[in-house]
Nanobody, 132 residues
Framework: QVQLVESGGELVQAGGSLRLSCAAS?????????????MGWFRQARGKEREFVAA????????YYTDSVKGRFTISRDNAKNTVYLQMNSLKPEDTAVYYC????????????????????WGQGTQVTVSS
């Protein structure tokens, strides 16, 4: 299996910045390697459904963002550190949510990054709270 552990979630004031990290490990991960995983970030606000935030393909050359975070958030990966990051700038109260890291090992040619069903592995989430 692949285990994903998110970290970096904190209480921050509006306009501030945070960087979330997602560390991958496990037997399946060790076999495939970080370079074979499509990675994504989703978030779920209280009382809302889980929504797509950002994703990066296994190759690292394609990234995707939901419209509400474009220009503010940046997804990146460091395969040598088995870690994916989400840099969040100019945070707004509307960004308050539990942020989840997700991964998929299939490297499907037609990858729909925005769908939760595109990912096989999920972390337990990290809380981000933006105060106004």
């Amino acid at each position: 299996q692949v285990q994903l552990v998110e970290s970096g979630g904190e209480l921050v004031q509006a306009g501030g910045s945070l960087r979330l990290s997602c560390a991958a490990s496990g037997r399946t991960f060790s076999t495939y390697g970080m370079g074979r995983l499509d990675m994504g970030w989703f978030r779920q606000a209280r009382g809302k459904e889980r929504e797509f935030v950002a994703a990066i393909r296994w190759s690292g050359y394609s990234t995707y963002y939901t419209d509400s975070v474009k220009g503010r958030f940046t997804i990146s990966r460091d395969n040598a550190k088995n870690t994916v990051y989400l840099q969040m700038n100019s945070l707004k109260p509307e960004d308050t949510a539990v942020y989840y890291c997700a991964a998929d090992s299939t490297r499907q040619s037609t990858f729909i990054a925005t769908l939760t069903g595109s990912y096989s592995y999920w972390g337990q989430g990290t809380q981000v709270t933006v105060s106004s």
